[in-house]
């Protein structure tokens, strides 16, 4: 066969959902298969977003993306290998064979280009038998894409940004940041598609048809509204390459939310409209300039590569470009009034909320070590909100609202009361940020203000962090517990960072006053979570145990509360505890938290070790039937997801590149 040589090659991590176009919670469509002609490309809740990409050579049609029409072959392809930014496919249809290449160019040091909702899809291919063949490349998207529900009515039109034709598509409602929720796609905007050739604007099923028996579009016939389920209207875009013995075609799909955060009453737009950029002019320069942006693209993958692997192993490698677009992904970066980038994260398939604190914190690795910038960008709501008046409580936020509408807290008790709240867990992840955050010049001026704010915080922690009450902590769907200990090392971490914080804004004596309390809560600690084998699960609870990845910034800021001999005490126990897919989170349900799992991992000093704990993360996410966008919540006597998928939390999955 032609890609034997492909095949032969070492098999790539089997993604349980490919991403395909990957941007923020409206902007992220996944292919839930093998083989991305195997199902419909779906937006990461699982509805249908259906992308169609067919090639003909030498007059035979083949498809390249999509299961329909099913009376097509589809391309023989090779196993997806998952980079950073791009999903490369290799394939053969008749005589020619080359890749199929989705990028979304999210480089996360330049936060302009992180923003643009621009993807490029690309069809590099070659003659497998020197001779010149006649191709053409065929792609659509649907009205799926811009709506919520297929009865919402849609109406297409064909825009001009300059030289290069452009189809766009939207409802005709455009209730602009109309709703909220968690299962829920976007039904305001419009949906961009660019190609270098012809376009049309069409019933999806007859557009593919004509394309297949005779290599050309159909005529336009969307300008009137009609429900998106209505012969499934959309955008489709062909190149007619000719006879060519090889070729590279290029579509662009963009996606222009309007404006994308409600925040405390601010309506604001992504942050690449800050200067007062047009979306058409976006967009534009995006297909312009998409040699460079790609070759930028692929240099990015490859240094991501090479330093993930150099640090722990090709499998945290995998895992890491998996985990890179989604983390991402789940996120929206919006100017504020003075231009300042805030970054708001969903909740996904968990409840909905907005900059859920306790997302934040799993999630903040890749940021603190790649762009600490957005570290700040993410604390900054949560530090402005909690600022006012209307915040009437001694502890920091749980969230913001329901994504994308941020006017303030709704889990819990919300502003009311304090049930179901999560005082000493947010108090400590806001604390212990703000302090990793902080050892950044540019960040740590902009930490400086909400010092009494954070030092409130601390307080608390002080009062009621060492042998906390029953509450709730980021693993609440594991329930209340009183006397967590894995919650009180978190604020006993948290104390000790804010010694560090006060000493680094002048504070002396609350510097003196946190690192003495922090001292003396670490020695109390060891005295109440035990000297078995492993340091218990709750205080009292003889006989329990649980992951305590909140150890984890003893090391990573220089604490120095526990030294290295109870990690390595700890990781010895969880080793005895290994199953096939990983350690389960506590003596309680067999099930884990991949980010948690990680972080536990990054405390390991030897690279077996390291590999104990992590391979059976990559086994699980190589094995698992559950073809979502990768999971943190998962089975780990079964490569069963629990809950969540699509995440910010995946990004958390960098901590080993924070470590020394």
């Given at each position: 066969?032609l ?11 089997r ?7 990957v941007h923020?919670?409206?902007?992220s469509v ?6 991305l ?17 067919l ?6 049609t ?17 196993a ?13 249809a ?19 280009m ?10 590099s ?5 020197g ?21 919402e009515?849609?109406?297409g ?6 030289s290069?034709?452009v189809?766009r ?35 999806l099923?007859e557009s593919r048809?004509l ?5 050309r ?6 300008d009137?509204p009609r ?30 939310d ?5 925040y405390?009453?601010?309506r ?10 047009s ?26 590569r ?6 722990r192993?090709a499998k945290?490698a995998?895992?890491?470009m ?11 970066i919006?100017?504020?009034l ?16 907005i900059v ?15 762009n600490?910038k ?13 600022s006012?008046p ?8 749980h ?16 502003e009311?009361?304090e049930?179901n ?11 212990i940020?703000?302090?990793a955050?902080?050892?950044?010049p540019?960040e ?21 962090g ?7 902590c980021?693993?609440d ?5 009183a ?14 960072a ?12 609350a ?13 109390a600690?060891?005295k109440l ?9 709750n ?6 145990w ?11 800021l220089g604490l120095?509360?526990?030294g290295p ?6 990781i ?11 350690v ?6 067999n ?5 948690w ?13 390291f590999?104990?704990?992590?391979d ?6 190589n094995?698992?039937?559950d073809r ?27 901590m ?5």
């Open positions: 066969m890609l034997a040589a492909a095949l032969l090659m070492s098999t790539p991590l993604a349980p959902s490919i991403p395909l176009v923020d919670p409206f902007f996944w292919c839930p298969a093998d083989k002609t195997d199902k419909w490309s779906v937006h990461w809740t699982g509805k249908n977003n259906a992308l169609v990409g090639i003909r050579v030498d007059g035979k083949y498809r390249l993306c999509g299961p329909q029409p099913g009376n097509l072959p589809a391309v023989e392809s090779g997806p290998r998952v980079e950073a930014t791009t999903t490369h496919v290799p394939f053969q008749g005589a020619v064979k080359g890749e199929l290449s989705f990028c979304s160019p999210l480089l996360i040091e330049d936060i302009k992180l923003s643009q909702p621009v993807s490029y899809i690309r069809v291919y070659e003659s497998t038998d001779k010149p063949h006649d191709v053409s490349v065929y792609w659509d998207a649907s009205a799926e894409w811009c709506v919520n529900q297929t009865s009515i849609v109406q039109s064909r825009l001009r940004f300059g290069m034709q189809g598509i939207g409802t005709t409602e455009q209730k602009v940041l109309g709703k909220k929720g968690d299962d829920d796609r976007i039904n305001w905007g419009y949906l961009y598609l660019a190609g270098e050739g012809d376009l049309a604007l069409a019933p099923n048809e394309f297949a028996k005779e290599g579009l159909v005529e336009d016939d969307i009137a429900a998106a389920n209505d012969g499934w209207p959309g955008v489709a875009v062909l190149k007619h390459e000719g006879k060519q013995t090889k070729g590279l075609v290029d579509t662009a799909i963009g996606y222009d309007i404006l994308s955060i409600e405390l009453g601010r604001l737009p992504a942050y690449w409209r800050k200067d007062g950029e979306f058409g002019e976006m967009f534009r320069t995006a297909f312009k300039d998409r040699d460079a942006v790609l070759k930028k693209a692929l240099a990015f993958d490859a240094q991501l090479k330093e993930t692997t150099d640090k192993g945290f995998d895992i890491a998996l985990a890179y677009r989604q983390g991402i992904g789940a996120q929206k919006v100017a504020d003075d231009g300042t980038p805030l970054m708001f994260s969903k909740e996904n398939f968990s409840n909905g909320c859920t604190v306790d997302v934040t914190y799993p999630a903040a690795p890749l940021y603190l070590w790649k600490p957005l570290a700040s960008a993410m604390l900054l709501p949560i530090l402005q909100y909690a006012l209307r915040w009437k409580f001694d502890f920091a936020p969230d913001l609202g329901t994504y994308p509408i941020a006017n303030g807290q709704v889990y819990g008790g919300g009311r009361t049930e709240q999560m005082p000493v867990e947010e108090c400590g992840n806001m604390v940020l703000a302090a955050v902080a050892r950044h540019e740590a001026k902009a930490m400086k203000p909400f010092w009494p704010l954070l030092k409130k915080w601390t307080d608390y922690l002080v009062k009621y060492l042998d906390p009450a029953e509450q709730l980021t693993d769907f594991a329930g209340h517990l006397r967590n200990a894995n919650l009180s090392l978190k604020a006993i971490m948290g104390i000790g804010a010694a560090q914080l006060a000493k680094q804004y002048g504070d002396t004596a510097a003196t006053e946190y690192a003495a309390v922090a001292k003396k809560y670490a020695a600690w060891r979570a035990g000297t078995g084998e492993a340091t218990v699960l205080f009292g609870n003889a006989g329990s649980s992951l305590k990845y909140n150890l984890i910034w003893d090391e990573l120095n509360l526990f001999e109870l990690p390595a005490k700890e010895g126990f969880y080793l005895g505890k290994v199953q096939p897919f990983g389960a989170l506590d003596s309680r349900p099930y884990t938290k991949m980010d799992l990680m972080w536990i991992a990054t405390m390991t000093k030897d690279q077996g070790t590999d104990k704990l992590v059976p993360i990559w086994k699980f996410l094995e698992t039937p979502v966008p990768m999971t943190d919540w998962y089975r780990v006597d079964e490569a069963r997801h629990v809950g969540f998928q699509a995440r910010s939390v995946v990004s958390g999955l960098f080993p590149m924070l470590a020394k």
